[in-house]
C-alpha cells in the first residue's frame, strides 16, 4: 500500500504487494521501537536522579522525550492500522489526528525554548538560576500546550459545526484532510505554520548568533552550546519541512506515480522519524551527565 504523512500519522492508500508491506512495516516498527527504547532509558534515567529533574534543561528535554515518544508511538499504530483494518471510525480518527497534531506543533516551540535557555546559560550565567527556575519552566511547558491547544481544537470545532454528526459515526480512511475537510480549516493551519516558521527560525537564529559571539571569548562550554543550537536548527527544520509536508506528497505522487508508494515511505522516515531519533543523540549521547547514567538502563545493569 501507499504512504502518505499527515502531521505524524502514517496512511495508506493504494495497495502494496505483500512483501514490500510487510518489510515497510517491519521497518517502521523496529525503528519506533529503537527510539522509543533510548527514549524510556533517559525517562528513567532522569525520574532516578535528581541532578536531572532540577534542572530546567533536563525538564525541558524529558518533556521533548515524552512528546516524541507520543507521536512515534500515535504514528506506529496509524501506520500499522492503516495497513490492517484500512478504515476506522470517524471519531477514533479524529481523536488521533487531534493529538498528532499537538503533538507536532509542541516539537519546534520546545526546541525554541531549549535554546533560550542555552543562550541564558551561556550569556547570561549569573542570572541563569534566577529566570530558569523549575517553577517558570513548568509553566513554560503549560503555555506550549496551551498555544498548540489553541491552535488545533478550532479544527474540531469548525468541523463539528459544518459537517453533520453522523460523520463521526461513519468509518473513513485516516487523513486530516478527510477527517477536517473544511477550506476554512486548511487556510487557517497554514497561516499557523508560517507563523510558527518565523518565530521558531528568529529564536533559533538570535541565540546561535549570541552564543556564537560568546564562544569566541568564552569557555568550551559556549561552544558545546552552539553546537547544540546547530542540532536543534536542524531538528526544527525537519519538522517544520513537515508543515509542507503535504505539498511535496501531492508533487512526488504526480510526477512518480509508479513510485509513489516508496517515495512517501522514505519522506515519512526521513520527516517524521529523524526529528525524534536526534534528541536522544543530542542529550543521551553527547551530555556527559546523562551518558554516565544512561548505560545502566539501556545495558540493563544494576545502578551504582
Known sequence: MSVSSANGTMVIQYRDSFSKAVAKNVIVVVIGISINYINVGLILTFCKHQIFYTNPRYVLFIHLVVNDMIQVTLSLCMFIISYTIYKINASVCCTFILMA??????????????????????????RHAQICTIKRTLILIGLIWTTTMLSCLPDLFITLATVPLDFFHSKIFCLRKTTFPNPIILEKRNITYIVYLIVVWFVIFFTYFKILSTAKTASSNAKKAQ??????????????????????????????????????FAFYIVLMIMPRAISPIVYGIRDTSFRKYLKTYLLCKSPQ
Do not use: W
Open 101 to 126: 497534531l499537538i503533538m507536532t506543533e509542541n516539537t519546534p516551540l520546545n526546541l525554541a525554548c531549549m535554546a533560550i535557555e542555552c543562550y541564558i546559560a551561556i550569556c547570561f550565567p549569573l
Open 227 to 264: 553546537n547544540t543550537i546547530i542540532l536543534h536548527g536542524f531538528q526544527v527544520l525537519l519538522c517544520i519541512t513537515n508543515y509542507i509536508s503535504p505539498q511535496f506528497q501531492d508533487s512526488l505522487i504526480q510526477r512518480f506515480p509508479e513510485n509513489s508508494t516508496d517515495s512517501l
